[in-house]
């Protein structure tokens, strides 16, 4: 047999936008993603550590262990 390297599975991408930060943070990394927290801007409409964006747009794919960005609201 051959191997010809490492088969990563591809994750569909979630919308997190809209959830907390802590929710978003264990659910993409139950699906094998590496997460990263970046801060926004102060939004008066959300709660703080509310997910405002997100570096992988959802609907698309990813690899187990890309990182996915998490703009979170101050």
Partial sequence: ???LGQNL???PVENYVGM?????NKMAR???LMVKKE???SDPTLLP???VGQ???PGSHAEE???IIFTVSQ
Avoid: C, L, M, Y
């Fill in 1 to 3: 047999t051959v191997s």
């Fill in 9 to 11: 599975a591809e994750i």
């Fill in 20 to 24: 907390p930060f802590n929710t978003a």
């Fill in 30 to 32: 139950q699906r094998g």
């Fill in 39 to 41: 801060s926004g801007k």
């Fill in 49 to 51: 550590g509310t997910v």
């Fill in 55 to 57: 570096s992988i747009p």
């Fill in 65 to 67: 262990n890309d990182e």
